[in-house]
């Protein structure tokens, strides 16, 4: 089993739906929380990162974090055909590689297309 | 702005070739990562550095060594490539983990195809 777990998708809705992006993980060590978006051809760029649990807003996206159910979500708000990438959950905690060397655990990447 | 460069986007080679991949971050940051990128499977860390010269394994590291000479340069090498080795590479940094969540700067990455 995975220690992040996240659907592949490829997820396919019109523009101005909200999306739901979730991702579920086996570690309660992990801390930090990031969503990370990929566009096609480049290097993913952080998108949110929320510590612990609780909601995170920016403008049209939301985090939100349920550590007891070992739960993370993103939602975006009024889709827009930009928002077409690759999203993927990442998480870490303090003692990640033995000392803290900043190792992110990655989900597999959700493909988001919205439609005109 | 903040800045990953990989020495090539697009590169093509022959099984049994050594292969280099170059990473440069001007960030000053001590971290560095190589991940590949596959579908379906998403990141997998082949090796990181947290210091000059330091090296440690990731989850993926057979048939790859790694290099750092210089604190903002990290170089992957693949010893004798195979075609299982085709794949898109992922150069990232990060400052050290007790600053912060430890978020990553990427690179545009490295498609290799080896035939």
């Known amino acids: 089993q995975k220690e992040v777990e996240q659907d592949p998708g490829p997820l396919s809705v019109p523009e101005g739906a909200i999306v739901s992006l979730n991702c579920t993980y086996s570690?309660?060590?992990?801390?930090?929380f990031m969503w990370y978006r990929q566009y096609s051809r480049k290097g993913p760029e952080l998108l949110m990162y929320t510590y612990s649990s609780g909601n995170k807003e920016d403008g049209r996206f939301t985090a939100q974090v349920d550590k007891s159910s070992k739960y993370i979500s993103l939602f975006i708000r009024d889709s827009q055909p930009s928002d077409s990438a690759t999203y993927l959950c990442?998480?870490?905690?303090?003692?990640?590689?033995?000392?803290?060397?900043?190792?992110?655990?990655f989900g597999q990447g959700t493909i988001l297309t919205v439609h005109p | 702005d903040v800045k990953v460069t990989q020495s090539s986007r697009y590169l093509v080679k022959r099984t049994g070739e050594k292969v280099f991949l170059e990473c440069v971050q001007d960030?000053?940051?001590?971290?560095m990562f190589w991940y590949r990128q596959d579908p379906g499977l998403g990141l997998r860390l082949i090796y990181f550095s947290y210091d000059v010269k330091m090296k440690e394994k990731g989850d993926i590291p057979e048939g790859y060594s790694v290099s750092r000479e210089k604190k903002e340069r990290f170089s992957l090498i693949l010893e004798s490539a195979s075609t299982n080795q085709t794949s898109m590479y992922l150069c990232a940094s990060s400052p050290p983990g007790t600053s912060g969540s430890g978020e990553q700067f990427f690179g545009p990455g490295t498609r290799l195809t080896v035939l």
């Open positions: 990442a998480m870490s905690h303090p003692g990640a590689g033995g000392t803290s060397y900043g190792k992110l655990t």
């Open positions: 960030m000053d940051h001590e971290n």
């Open positions: 570690n309660s060590a992990f801390q930090y």
